[in-house]
């Protein structure tokens, strides 16, 4: 049987694809172009990824030089199935012919065209010998400077703005366009033009036809470019779908088992016991089950090699005392030694303690992965014998079911008179088994009816599922392996009437039956952090810093003005002293002769 597979699959895995890939950007006569040289490298790129056999990248060729290339490119499609190339640069139509300029070319008249240039039906003589498709991309619809300086020789020769129509003349033989014909294309902002990013994502995609996938690149373009820019494809394939990149094969018969292998490299680590064995399993297989079990191993040996340099330094520290013992240092020396032989010491034993820990870590680590295997093998044999079952009973009923059959127009021509009786017989059971992913879908779906999974059910046994199958081990009592789906897991779910895990309800709701209700206190109350409403607490008055200025500035205003008198307010000093005015008295300069008006006098009334 292989070998007949081999057979039929042989001519399609030897399909022999090769590609040619011309980005001209630095003209001589014109101002350089910025993309079309990394275009070329983008869409070779991708072709090398895509497995063709050969990919030919030439960047900004002159005209020998795009010559010679078409012609040794010819020479290698006469063996080929898929001959692609791919042009980006200046190209322009003159009297609805195409032409591809190379780096080189003046363009100095009209007619120079047909000297300096590559008419486009040089490309399709090139691609010919393929045998099942020829394929031609074009990313030369660019705005052409040529036709702005190219003088007339004749008035009645039409120069197009773009591109004109093509129509291959061959069967299965495509040209796509960056722009219709009579329009042009948009180099972009980016490093790449639209039209080669477009390529790039959707032609190497396994097994998508051709047309389809250019169909998407369209899409993408007018996208881009706000409607301003439309890829366009002429040719015609047959009614078969031609994909650039041939679909995968689908593997089919029983699937090697990825933990195994995995087992096996843990089990050479552990064999090793190395840190170089441990570290390469981890950078192999750096996260997982067996992952974290390499690293409590890998902590093991830390520990280990800190206690060796403990005990060496311990060593060391203890042959330098002896030495100053022997050479009769100074008594400083010795408790300096003595202090670090103690330090190495407790170092030591620490990491003794370490070691044992990480050991025991480690240990109880390998108990758990082998506990964990041998329920794994459990399920998986489990499983097996329910399987066998089932198909042994649905064999069984189909037996019964065929002899009934048989026995049927027997008794029909033995008992007529019992014709119209009716009897109850019990109908076989399902004779189909559940796929591994509806058996996952239907074991989440009864998770969320039993309340223990939030989430959509899904094909995949996921991370989230095994979370939700962990609960309703915890709340309904059962000890289920959560790392897989199973039939015995779904019978027990659906045994379940009703709601098994507890509903969680946010901060402010809580639990209303199978659905969560928003907590509404009363006036004055609030939710509290148990959830319980409790009374809102009456805020008191909090004197602020500015009210605490004004006070003190009134205060200061206060203790600043002079106490009011009940005199008229006036200080009257005279030879005597000082003393203040009687209420209803003023102070006047004396009018007496000799005080040449200098002495104060007090007038009353």
């Known amino acids: 049987m292989i070998f007949g597979a081999w057979l039929v699959c042989g001519p399609a895995q030897a399909q022999k694809r090769v590609a040619l890939v011309i980005g001209n950007s630095a003209y001589n006569s014109v101002p350089k172009l910025a993309n079309p040289v990394n275009d070329a490298g983008l869409i070779g790129g991708m072709l090398r990824k895509a497995g063709f056999d050969t990919v030919d990248v030439r960047q900004d060729l002159n005209a020998p030089e795009m010559r010679k290339a078409l012609r ?198 552990l064999q ?50 002896a030495r100053l013992i022997a050479e009769r240092a100074q008594k400083v020396e010795q408790e300096k030694a003595a202090a670090a032989a103690k330090a190495a010491e407790e170092a030591r034993v620490a990491a003794e303690k370490q070691k044992q820990i990480e050991q025991a870590k480690a240990e109880a680590a390998e108990r758990q992965r082998k506990a964990a295997e041998a329920a794994a093998a459990k399920a998986l044999a489990e499983k097996q014998a329910a399987e066998k079952a089932k198909a042994e009973l649905a064999a069984r009923q189909a037996a019964e079911k065929a002899e009934q059959a048989a026995a049927k127009p027997a008794a029909d021509r033995q008992l007529p008179e019992v014709e119209n009786q009716k009897v109850a017989a019990l109908s076989p059971g399902p004779t189909s088994t559940l796929s591994a992913a509806e058996l996952s879908k239907s074991v989440q779906s009864e998770l969320r009816r039993v309340g223990c999974l939030a989430s959509s059910a899904e094909s995949e046994w996921t991370s989230a599922a095994q979370r939700s199958l962990t609960l309703f081990n915890k709340y309904a009592g059962t000890q289920f392996d959560a790392k897989l789906a199973s039939v015995d897991v779904l019978d027990a779910l659906k045994a379940k009437p009703g709601r098994v895990c507890p509903l969680v309800c946010n901060f402010g709701f809580k639990a209303d039956g199978d659905q969560c209700a928003k907590i509404t206190c009363r006036a004055g109350y609030r939710v509290g952090d148990d959830n319980e409403c409790e009374k809102i607490p009456e805020k ?66």
């Open 272 to 321: 090793l016991g190395t840190r170089d064995g441990w570290e390469a399993f981890l950078a192999q297989y750096p996260d997982g089950f067996y992952a974290n079990l390499a690293k409590g191993q890998l902590n093991k040996i830390g520990a280990e090699e800190t206690r060796a340099a403990a005990e060496q330094k311990a060593k060391a520290a203890e042959q330098e005392k």
């Open 540 to 605: 008191k008055p909090v004197a602020t810093r500015e009210e605490s200025r004004k006070r003190d500035q009134g205060r200061k205003e206060v203790e600043s003005t002079a106490p009011k008198s009940e005199a008229s307010g006036q200080i009257i000093c005279t030879s005597t002293g000082c003393r203040p005015v009687a209420k209803g008295c003023r102070i006047v300069r004396d009018p007496r002769p000799g005080s040449a008006g200098m002495i104060q006098a007090e007038v009353c009334n």
């Open 72 to 269: 040794e490119f010819g020479t290698r499609t006469r063996d080929a199935d898929v001959a692609v190339i791919y042009y980006a640069g200046h190209g322009m139509e003159v009297d609805g012919t195409n032409y591809l300029i190379p780096t080189d070319a003046a363009l100095e008249t009209d007619i120079d065209v047909y000297d300096e240039a590559l008419p486009i039906d040089r490309l399709l003589v090139s691609i010919e010998p393929a045998k099942q498709l020829r394929l031609v991309i074009l990313d030369a619809c660019r705005d052409n400077p040529f036709s702005k300086t190219m003088k007339r020789t004749v008035a009645s020769r039409a120069i197009g703005r773009g591109l004109a129509k093509v129509e291959p003349t061959s069967p299965n033989t495509m040209i796509a366009f960056a722009a219709k014909a009579g329009s042009t294309a948009s180099d972009g902002d980016s490093r790449n033009s639209p039209f080669a990013m477009a390529l790039a994502d959707h032609l190497p995609k396994p097994g998508l036809d051709l047309r389809k996938a250019f169909g998407f690149v369209r899409d993408d373009v007018l996208k881009s470019t706000a409607n301003k820019q439309e890829p366009f494809v002429y040719g015609s394939l047959g009614g078969d779908d031609v994909p650039l990149v041939p679909a995968k094969p689908v593997a089919t018969g029983p699937q090697p088992n990825p933990q195994s292998e995995l087992r096996r490299d843990y089990e050479l680590a």
